[in-house]
Antibody, heavy 120, light 110 residues
């Protein structure tokens, strides 16, 4: 079975940090790029970040650049999102998604998401 | 405000055909393939259509995609109650060099 499982969400105060993790199983992890996509309450999907299969290329949405950092561990089959200087507008469900290779915005495997709430 | 514009809601009765639009510009939909996702609350989105009109394995042929200029559409024929969900379009935007999503359309099966 193909799976992505996110963890690490929670309630955090503005300005603090949080680290999300995404555990993958059931497919060739090392050959895939991965994305983080978020959904704020009552809003649509927003792309956040991507990391290439070898981890050498990383790109971010302008809204998170300099504060959020994506990384991967090909020995543990995990993708992490380090979130620093968190703001209330970062409150969202964060989804980990696998790049399909079909297209630059086609993600063929998604996790169920982990909720991050930034509030004092 | 999403880069790609979708109607917030759509509806249909079982057996009907419904279409959902996705309006963009020459920097995104106009020059790149469009992908569609089906999203049920509490789950991760599911890739429904990729490269504008291709279906991943396992997606029924009741779902189809098309594009004309800066606008794309998702069509669902023979509507079923299980199709009730949120639908999102997505594509690459050359002006910002990132993927962009539509605001989503809530489909109700009456």
């Amino acid at each position: 079975q193909v799976h992505l499982v996110e963890s690490g969400g929670g309630v955090v105060q503005p300005g603090k940090s949080l680290r999300l993790s995404c555990a993958a199983s059931g497919f060739r992890f090392r050959s895939s790029g991965f994305h983080w996509v978020r959904q704020a309450p009552g809003k649509g999907l927003e792309w956040v970040a991507v990391i290439s299969s070898d981890g050498n290329n990383k790109f971010y949405a302008d809204s998170v650049k300099g504060r959020l950092s994506i990384s991967r561990d090909n020995s543990e089959n995990t993708v992490d999102l380090q979130m620093n200087s968190l703001r209330p507008e970062d409150t969202a469900i964060y989804y980990c998604a696998k790049d399909s290779g079909y297209d630059l915005s086609a993600f063929d495997i998604w996790g169920r998401g982990t909720m991050v709430t930034v509030s004092s | 405000q999403s880069v790609l514009a979708q109607p917030p809601s759509a509806s249909g009765t079982p057996g009907q055909r419904v279409t959902i639009s996705c309006s963009g510009s020459s920097s995104n939909v106009g020059r790149n393939g469009v992908n569609w996702y089906q999203h049920l609350p509490g789950t991760g989105p599911k890739l429904l259509i990729y490269r504008t009109n291709q279906r991943p394995s396992g997606v029924p042929d009741r779902f189809s995609g098309s594009k004309s200029g800066p606008s794309a559409s998702l069509a669902i024929s023979s509507l079923q109650s299980e199709d009730e969900a949120y639908y999102y379009c997505a594509t690459w935007d050359d002006s910002v060099s990132t993927p962009v999503f539509g605001g989503g359309t809530q489909l109700t099966v009456l």
